[in-house]
């Protein structure tokens, strides 16, 4: 008899594992289905894309992270290239969407060599050696901006909107949102701009014109009793984290009542406790109180009395924000408070915004904390409205802090390809090819938004790159007239840091793909399942005792 060969199992069963050429293909082609989903939305002519989740409720917005993140895509190279969308929004709030579209066509120009036996490792190398240099151009290219330069931060955040559900107001809007970020930020040397200073509040009811700055905050709170006023001029702010409230004993204790006489004096005693917590907030000099905790009902009515505004369990985060927008100091006792605890605003007022009623918090001075409260007339228009303007403050932001802006309409784009072609042409053998692979990827920009526009791809990009051979740095594309313009002169500006960034995550991603030639996927864990006579651990009894 021949010995039969056993086979030898490695990975457990259920495993699936592809290898080599068909895992690479696998990778690139999930990469890429995800770039041509949000392909579409690209540009001023871009389109919307609904989602409907599992609970029913929509999502209707051209936002790229916002698309990636409702899609709850499962492909762990597709998930790589969502985390590209995420990187590029917590970096600069903007420009998701192109490193997304960058990424994916990377990844395709990449496939076309392989097909041709390049390498996957001097794919890489040619890919991160025209990475460091299109960063270089970009450097070399942009030009500076300053917080002065109040129009060109306008024209930031009216780019940043364009093309969104907010673009019938971006005049109005991006007004809004340069004055907010200059409100907030840290001049110096580096402009630290913290855009969580910047609370977008949104209220479905109205239009997205009526969209306010405030300076201060708006508090989703009604005023604690109604006996209270409406609105306090000339505020003296108290902020207290601790409940106005009788506290409960922290051991258990009973008290034994024998005559109605008794429990009448109990009861006075606890009033007279709580007069005396709305008396010594008074004596602060405080006419608004807001509390994180609870406002007894009591204390409710003295306050009232004496005509002092309350609102209780406001965020922690809002009482933060407080702070940095009215001076005040958060207080845990109230006989601790002296006046220069207190913090100060022009006008406290309860404002009714369809059926809810705010607290608006308004004429802080020097506010270190604004609010933008976001109207439109359905709760999918204020989302839209809100992503749009995150996408503006993320843009101005961006600019302000790196000083460094340039122009968009796929300008930068068409300038950047010609350079690297230049720079291809200094590298020996295949790594030119990756880095000329590189150059053309970074024309999908320009191409993708001809084409969402209806315009002749092939055509528009002949013009721009015959623009540029002319030294024309900021010939872009026009999308409403399919014509060559100087997008600088129009006003078409987007920060420096959005185009780098979009490169480098596009670019180590692709890397990371293309180095992938092995996909091990382990199957489900399940139960382990007892072999038949084995009650729980009592099978173990077969174990040889331990020495």
Known sequence: MQNQVQPIFILPEGTQRSIGRDAQRNNIMA???????????LGPKGMDKMIVDSTGDITITNDGVTILEEMQIEHPSAKMIVEVAKTQENEVGDGTTTAVVLAGELLKNAEELLDQDVHPAILARGFRLAAIKANEILE???????????RMLRQIAMTAMTGKGAETAKEKLSEITVRAVKEVMDKGESNVIDKDNIKLEKKAGGRVEETELVQ???????????????????????????ALEIKNTTTSAKIKIKAPSQMQTFLDQEEKMLK???????????NVVFCQKGIDDIVQHFLAKKGIYAARRVKESDMKALVRATGASIASNIDD??????????????????????????????PKSVTILIKGSTEHIVDETKRAIEDAIGDVSSALRDGKVVAGAGSTEIEL???????????SGREQLAAKAFANAIEVIPRTLAENA???PIDVLTDLRAAHDRKQKWAGIDVFTGKVIDAWGKGVIEPLKMKTQAISSA???????????DVVAGSKKEAPQMPPGMGGMGGMGGMPPMM
Request: proline share 2%.
């Open 417 to 427: 390809a010609r350079q690297l072609r230049k720079f291809s042409e200094s590298l």
């Open 507 to 517: 670019s180590e991603v692709a890397i990371m793909i293309l180095r992938i030639d």
């Open 31 to 41: 990469a890429k289905l995800v770039a041509e989903t949000v392909r579409t939305t």
């Open 216 to 242: 201060g905050l708006v508090l989703d709170k009604e005023r604690a009793n109604d006996s209270m006023p409406k609105s306090v001029k000339n505020a003296k702010i108290l902020l207290i984290d601790s």
């Open 454 to 456: 209806g315009l002749d």
């Open 140 to 150: 070399s290219i942009s030009e500076p901006i300053s917080e002065k330069d109040d």
């Open 337 to 366: 408070v002296a006046e220069k605890d207190l913090g100060k605003a022009g006008l406290v007022e309860e404002v009714k915004i369809g059926d809810d009623s705010m607290t608006f918090v308004r004429e802080c001075k020097n």
């Open 276 to 286: 005396e917590m709305s008396e010594k907030i008074a004596k602060t000099g405080a």
